[in-house]
């Protein structure tokens, strides 16, 4: 399955179909649309450590901006079976990141990794931060101690998690990334120039301030919310636990490629 080397564009958008991290996803549709009308409905659950107000309160809003972003269909009447990704809205929010990942090399900045999905994105946030730390990048190194009420915040192969009963934890929430960055200001410590994070450590830390680009699924809205308000400067769109972790390798080499970190 995995493409040796950098894959071309149309064959990173064949192999995103092809391994469902975009296409017809496995999320189904009735799974989407109940999340965005949680969102919409303020379950704080869903907001990924962003303050949304009752700005999305209308859950056809939700629906509109996550056809524009994500490409989910939007008929809001089509409640049931498969729903989608679009590859090109993938690609194109990885060109995004790219970009933002050559300024953070230019300029020598610190950069800060975090992952709530640990089974299926730990590794293309370790082979980031990799690229980043020999570009001439400082990778944050979280404060020691930190935990929330999930667990304890620790970091592996420089990027954060939760860990759980000697596991690392899946989380959606904000509160670890609110523990990392508080504990770097209590230490008289610089935030981050940039996070590259996914889910609640993305939307946090693109309300409190701080340059974050993410990764998000087709059931999570809340940073394609932000995104478009200019909280957070890149979401991008992928199944974020495919079958296994090896299928995101080729998205990962055509990420540092386009970053001219490869």
Not at 139 to 165: K, N, R
Request: charged content about 25%; some cysteine.
């Amino acid at each position: 399955m995995p493409i040796p080397g950098t894959p071309s564009r149309a064959e990173l958008v064949e192999h995103l179909v092809r391994t469902r991290i975009a296409g017809d996803v496995a999320t189904p549709r009735e799974n989407n649309l109940s999340h965005y009308r949680k969102l919409a409905n303020g379950d704080r659950g869903f907001w990924l450590g962003l303050e949304l107000g009752d700005r999305w309160s209308d859950e056809q809003d939700v629906l509109a901006v996550m056809a524009e972003r994500v490409g989910v269909n939007d008929d809001p009447e089509y409640r049931y079976g498969q729903d989608t990704i679009d590859p090109e809205l993938t690609v194109a929010a990885l060109e995004r990141v790219a970009g933002r990942l050559r300024k953070a090399a230019d300029g020598g900045q610190r950069v800060l990794f975090a992952t709530g999905h640990p089974g299926g994105l730990l590794d293309v946030h370790r082979a980031t931060a990799a690229a980043l730390r020999a570009a001439g990048c400082e990778i944050v190194v979280i404060p020691e101690g930190l935990t929330t009420e999930e667990g304890y915040v620790q970091q592996f192969a420089d990027v954060a998690v939760l860990e759980h009963g000697a596991s690392l934890w899946h989380t959606h929430s904000g509160e670890p990334m609110k523990a990392i960055l508080t504990g770097l200001e209590r230490a008289g410590r610089p935030l981050p120039d940039l996070v590259v994070a996914d889910h609640g450590w993305a939307g946090y830390a693109g309300q409190h301030g701080v340059d974050s680009v993410g990764y998000a699924d087709c059931n999570d809205p809340a940073l394609f919310l932000a995104e478009s308000e200019g909280t957070l400067q890149v979401a991008v769109p992928l199944d974020d636990h495919v079958v296994s972790p090896r299928y995101y390798d080729p998205m990962t080499a055509y990420l540092l490629a386009e970053a001219g970190l490869a």
